[in-house]
Structures are given as structure tokens and as C-alpha cells.
């Protein structure tokens, strides 16, 4: 055993102070760095005047004027060895660390910034332990140098012969490159074996990460190495076969796309392009980039259908009993699909049909393309255009850009896998253009029968036939789709359901649907029909059925809780029985969450019922007229539009112009105000169709005679008093029906609409039919039978 005294005391020192950058200095370490702030450069003149010595700290930031917190507590005393004054006023400087040392205070002078400090006392007794602990960190900074290879050998020499710990410590802290933090911590632990510890622990860390390091670069290197051989070996062979005439090996699948694309049996065209494609695939390296973007190109061209089509259902009968399961109504639908199977039997090649179906959302439009398809017996194929904005998703992008593909009717047309499926564009009407083109522009060539047969996509560069497939699309508006578009289309409209029509499609198809879905087919659960038509009128407001079906399932679900809390499961001897009525709907729904129209129990002078269309379906619009002392103004409330404001005036211009035919005085406008007010101020109205309302209204108020009980009407009039059509009639009578009308007044033209209305409705109203204000008058206040 080595034993020494302690070298170095520990009383305190004063030294000036150079706060060093990212550098932790050691003693025995030799090293240069560069001073520039001012601070810095004093504190070295001044050490050059006296002893030479300066105090070296790390700072913790990167601070210009460091303060005692941006410092570390303890560094390394230095002597300088050597300074140069370069011409930008900066030193470089050449120092040797001497000893370390823990601060105490930083005292500012003039001519420097001091400091004091406590030099950190080395213990140079080697013992077994130290011992030990020295060949350890001997060995770990051995292993370190193996993977660094920058360490010089005169380093290793000096460490090998580092008689004491602390010289070992320093010599090996100096020569590792480990963060700032870490050198500190050797720097600052004063006992010699947690110093020899901690410096070991710190080599060990690094030389596991080094050696992952290495084995990483050593695998990337070892597959280059197999990817460089691969490539030569495999350029070899291809010589080889090429002077053996030998074309057995297909690196490249050139052989196995050519015999895929001549089983797909495309156009002469197409086939002449794939065999040009072809020999340039068989040309390439496998693992070049371009033969990626061939190889997929030409696997496109393979797997769309060229000529592999479906076989039509044709019997007629089959098809009517398959959309009938489906669909309730929608005749004019379904007879345009039995005319095409009608043709299809005379005529075998024709064009496939173009339709777009327009209609309020939840009446069924796309279920019914499945449908469609279904009797057919073709495949079906979706895509949605809703919020569609690229021209691209329609005609894809061209292949040389990175990770393009076809479009989404190409893409569609490979999953079908044949050429005549039934292929429905959902939501036509919600596309928008930008910047990226038009969508809309792009489906013209698409949706035109005279230019669908040479369709080109930008991927694929080549015509493909789109003729055979029976596109259907589906519209809420027809408003938003460019006329261009829509002159290629066959309209056909899917109306709203009138609450009979709602309450069959209730019966027939939600309700076993719900039950099969809530797992209750089993159970013995049946709908009154009030109880279903409550539900129609108080718990939903639409055109289609979509909220009925999710009242109807609400129902079914409670149902199913109770059958389950009560014991009862498709294994149940005791059938689980329920009635559902239009009096247990408030313990399954709740309250009923829209009320009736509003129709007054009272009649007076001045009221009439008009009648609106909306999204929603009908309603009936109660207009109300007064007369008030004024000047001849015209009041008008009840947020209304700019047309029905202009079809008040126009009432009151006739109504001034033929007084004598009501029996009022020329001037009978002169002296007061007439208030029209239609109820419910805060739903905005317009539209021409109130014209007769507001005119019958006004006249009953002048005239002070009661309105026709129970009667509503629609139309528009002119200023010579005809009445013009109106649409939305199916609507409009079913409101009157629905609040218990009792007759309904229509223009003459609209004559033709009743034929499409429910029996139901035409047993219980009265209609007549006018083409003039004064017929109108007639029926309303002389109570003459002009019932048609």
C-alpha cells in the first residue's frame, strides 16, 4: 500500500476569475481557449502581471455578464502557459490546470472580477479499494478509447502511469466526451473513491451507448454490403441469360403482368400501350424507383375489368317483387328500372341510363341504388361527393407524380371487378371548386352517354369505356348543379311520404327491421296505427323517415329493457306481449316534441288559412287582417319576405280597382290602415302562393264577412286577378288534412296534382278549383257549390 499526506491546503484563495463556455477544465489538463469579453480579458492582463494564475469556472448559461447563479460551484485553479492577442482584439490562451477548488464569494474590482475559493484537498493514500477502483476506471477508459479510436497513445501512456487517484481521475475526465454536467460531477466530488465510482459509472454509461452504436452501424453496413452484392450477382445472371438467349427468370414480373393483362382481354389500344410498358419494365433494375411506378402502373392496367361484365336479371316480375320489398312507393323510380329491363330483353347492346334522383334528405335515394342493383342482379359501387373540391378525385393524377393513382370512378370501377355495374354519385349537389379545378366540369365527360365510352383517366392515359355502366345520382336540390351537368341527366324526383305513406313504411319495414336489430323478432310487439301516426306528427318533422326510424328504435329498445328485466329471452315458454299506443308513447318518448299547426277554434272576420310548403313538409298558415283609423297605409308583420310583401300590395291594387264587385266605396281606403299579420313572427316567409290568402283576407275584414269554415287555399294572383299556379300541392293538402280542414281552394291549373293524392285525403275534403280572385270570392263567402 502507497500511503502520501494530503497535498494542497485547504485555506482559502484568491485568483481572478475567467467564466469559461461549454469547457470544464481539470488539473494536469492542457488547454487553449478564447477570450473576448472584457471582463475576461482583465481578469488575464491582471493575472499576467502578478503570478500568472486565473480561476476557471463552466458557466450554467450562456450569459454575456454571468452572475453567481449562472456559474457552477466549483473549477479548476490554472497557471497560464501562453498568450496570443489576435487582430480582432480577442486572446487566445493557453492554460494548465492546477488544482480544483469550491467557491466562496465573486468580488468585483476595478481592474478584475476575483474570486475566492477553497481548494479541494486530494487524498493520495492508495489502499486495496482505491486500488481496485483504479484498474477498474483504468479498464473502462480502455474499452472507451477502443471505440472513440481518438484518443493518442502518449494519453493512454500517461494514464497507465498515473501513480495517484486523483492525477488518474483528472487525466481520464480530461479525454472523455461526455455533457457538461457530468465532467462538474467529477470535478466536484472530494472523496477519492466516490470520485473513482462516479467517473467508472459515467465510462461504463457511454460505453453502452457506443456500443449500440457500433452494432447499428455495423448492420447497416453489413446490408449495404448484401444490397451492393445482390446487385452485382443479379447483373451478372442478366448477362448471362441475355448471351445464353435465356429468359427463363423474370426479376422484374414483366412476364407475369403481360399474361395478367392478355387474361383481362383489354382494347387493342390499350394492349399496344401495355406491351410498350412492358419492354421498358423488362429494361429496368427491380429496385430502381421507376420500375416501382411502371410495375404498379401496369398492375392497375391488370386489374381493372375490360371486358368481364354480369349477366342482367331479366324477368321483369322478379325485379318489380325485389324493389317492392325494398321501397315503398317511388313508382315513377322503379317503373324507369322495369322499362330498362323491358329494352334490355329487345335490345341487347344500349347504353346504360343516366338518372339523378332529387328528393328531400331520408326518403331513401341511395338505399334504393342498392336496391336497383339488387334487381338487376349487377354489382354496386358508392362514392360519395359531398365536400369534394379536386378535379383530381374524379380523373386522378398523372403517373409520374409520387404516390399517385386513378380517380375515384377508375378506383371504383376495380372494385366492382366488372364493366356494367350500377354505380351510384351520392350527394351530387354538395360539390364545390377551388383552386384545384372543378369536379363538377370533370363529371360532364363522365355522365354525357356520348362521350362516357372514351373515358381518360390521368393515370391511365388511355380511354376506358364507362358506356355499359348505369350511373344513378343522388340530389336534396337540383339548384346547385351546374345546368351543364344536370342537361345529362334523366330527373327523376323522390317526393316527401305523407303521414299514410310514412305510417306503411312504419309498418311493413321499420318496425320489423327494429325488432330483428334489437334482438325482440321473437316477442309479440305490435304498433297501433294512431299510436304510429302520433308518432309521426308529434315526435318528428320531415320529409323522409330517418327521425321515424330513430323514434321507432327508441320505442323498441325500452321494449327490449323491459323484456329483459322481466325475465323473458327468445327461450321463454310465456311470449312477451306488448301494445304499443298512442297513450304509452309519452312513457317511452317523453312529451311530444312538436305540436299542431295553429288553427283557431273561433272564427272571425279577418281570418283565413292559407297553406306553405317546407323542407319539412306542409303547414297551415293563418293569416289575419284589421282595420285601423289611418291614412291607407298597408301594415305588414310577421317576418315576411320581399315577394309576399309584394303580393299584399297587389291584393289591395285589385281590391281598390274593382271595389264596386265587394260593395265598398271608391274611397274606403282613404281613411284607414289595414293590418295584415301572419302568427309565428320569428320563422321568416315568402313565396308568391299566399296572394289568394291575403287578397280573401283583406276583402273578409272590409266587407265584414266570415270566411268559408274550415277552408284553406294557395295560389298566386296577378294584378288583373287570375291566379296562377303553385307547387308543393301534395304537401299543402295533406297539412289541411291533417288539421281537420274541411275543404281546400286550388288555381284551376293545378287541377292535375289530386290525382297523386292519397284516397284517404280525397274522400275526406272538398276541392275546388278557381282561376280568378272573383271565382275564388264566390266560393268563399256565397257558399256556392263550385265543387269539383
Known sequence: MIKKSLIFNNEKKELPLVPLRELVVFPYMVTPFFAGRQATIKAIERALETDRQVFLVCQKTNSEVPAEDDLYPVGTAAKILQMLKLPDGTLRVLVEGLERGTINKIISRKDATRIIYTPIGEDRNVDANIAALMAAARKSFKKYAGFQKKVSQDVLDAIEKAEYPDKLVDLIAANINVEVKKKIEILGVKEVSNRLETLTVIIESENNVLELQNRIQLKVQKKLEQNQKEYFLNEQIRQINKELGNDNNDPSGAKELEKRINEAHPPKEVLAKAESELKRLSRLQPMSPESGVLRTYLEWIADLPWSKKSTDNRDIELAAKILDEDHYNMKKAKERILDFIAVRQLKESMKGPILCLVGPPGTGKTSLGRSIARALDREFIRVSLGGVKDEAEIRGHRKTYVGSLPGKVIQSMKKAGTVNPVFLLDEIDKMSSDFRGDPSSALLEVLDPQQNNTFVDHYLEMPYDLSKVMFLTTANSLHTIPYPLLDRMEIIEIPGYTDFEKERIASQFIIPRQLEENGLEWAQISFQKSAILNIIRKYTMESGVRNLEREIAAVVRKLARKAVSEGYSGKSEEAFKVVVTSRSLKKYLGNPRFEDDIVYKKHRKGLVYGLAWTEMGG?????????????????????????????????????????????????????????????QGAIPKDGPSAGITMTTAMISALTEKIVRPQTA?????????RILPIGGVKEKVLAAYRNKMTAVILPEENRKDTE???????????????????NAVKILFENKNNKD
Not at 260593395?663 to 281613411?671: A, I, Q
Not at 287555399?713 to 286577378?721: F, N, P, R, V
Not at 274522400?763 to 280572385?773: G, R, V
Open 619 to 679: 303547414k297551415i298558415l293563418p293569416i289575419e287582417a284589421s282595420l285601423l283609423k289611418g291614412t291607407g297605409k298597408l301594415i305588414l308583420t310577421g317576418s315576411l319576405g320581399d315577394v309576399m310583401k309584394e303580393s299584399a300590395q297587389i291584393a289591395l291594387s285589385f281590391i281598390r280597382e274593382h271595389f264596386s264587385e265587394f260593395d265598398l266605396e271608391p274611397d274606403f281606403h282613404e281613411e284607414i290602415d289595414i293590418h295584415i299579420h301572419v302568427p
Open 713 to 721: 287555399m294557395t295560389g298566386e294572383i296577378t294584378l288583373t286577378g
Open 756 to 774: 297523386e293524392l292519397p284516397s284517404e285525403v280525397l274522400k275526406e275534403l272538398d276541392f275546388f278549383y278557381a282561376d280568378s280572385i272573383q
